[in-house]
């Protein structure tokens, strides 16, 4: 029997990287996953990818026509172990290119979005489930173009321990999982011309010398959703090698 065993578990932005892994991984511990994601492309994949008992749903976290959906699928779905609330996006640009549509989006999308979703699913959260929202190290990076992505990712943190809080009352823990470099998806927001250069910037700077993997990541964010992080609530676990002290 494995840690998932009898469990379910919705992650959100799942058809690829270390959502996608994170699924994979349940799965063969024993538990169910339902998934959510943009691009037809990947959800395809992942259906050749999951069992079929597994939900995979087209769902966009900026949309709250799409998160009333998402709320009704998984009320009909059952009841829910863990969520992890993985979708997002990125993109760089000088803090004097910033403009309200492009702070607009990103908001929603990042910070909006699972402000919603949680709203929306709590009361489909087991007792002594666990809430798990992906950040980013871009929060401590200080990078001079990330200055929008990085205040969205910023907000999660902040937000999550208001919510370890609240939903202590019902033995639910809430966490935050602070990726750095990780292979699968890093940098992917940048233009091809110049992501490669970053890219290797970054990686010097990293203690261990390399990208993390997707099942790297996917690892600790199991180690989170799982028992047996019972007694961990209102933290956020870094799996950058070691880029960021904070």
């Known amino acids: 029997m494995g840690r998932f065993q009898g469990k379910r578990i919705l992650i ?13 991984r349940i799965i063969t511990e024993g538990g169910e996953v339902a998934i959510t994601g943009l691009s037809e492309e990947r959800l395809e994949r992942a259906r050749t ?9 087209k769902s966009d976290s900026a949309s709250e ?21 993985n979708a997002g996006f990125a993109e760089v640009s000088s803090p004097e290119s910033v403009t309200a549509d492009s702070f607009n989006r990103m908001m929603n999308a990042n910070v909006r979005g699972p402000m919603l979703q949680l709203a929306a699913l709590s009361k489909s959260l087991n007792a002594g489930a666990s809430v798990l929202v ?19 990712k910023g907000a999660v943190i902040a937000m999550v321990k208001s919510w370890a809080s609240a939903l202590a009352e019902r033995g639910i823990r809430a966490n935050t999982l602070v990726p750095g470099p990780i292979e699968t998806n890093f940098r992917h927001f940048m233009p091809e ?24 990541a996917a690892a600790v964010a199991l180690f ?6 019972s007694y961990v609530t209102g933290s956020q676990y870094a799996v950058d090698g070691g880029l960021v002290h904070y």
């Open 12 to 24: 959100t932005g799942g058809t690829s990287g270390m959502g996608l892994a994170g699924a994979q």
């Open 49 to 57: 990818l999951l069992p079929k008992t597994s939900l995979i749903l």
């Open 65 to 85: 026509v799409d998160i009333n959906t998402l709320k009704e699928a998984i009320s009909d779905w059952g009841l829910l172990d863990g969520l992890w609330l």
């Open 134 to 152: 992906t950040s980013s190290s871009s929060t401590y990076e200080g990078a001079a173009m990330t200055s929008l992505y990085a205040a969205t």
């Open 193 to 216: 011309d110049s992501r490669q250069q970053f890219e290797d910037f970054v990686v010097s700077q990293v203690p261990l010398g390399r990208a993390g993997t997707a099942e790297e």
């Open 224 to 229: 989170l959703l799982s028992d047996d992080a």
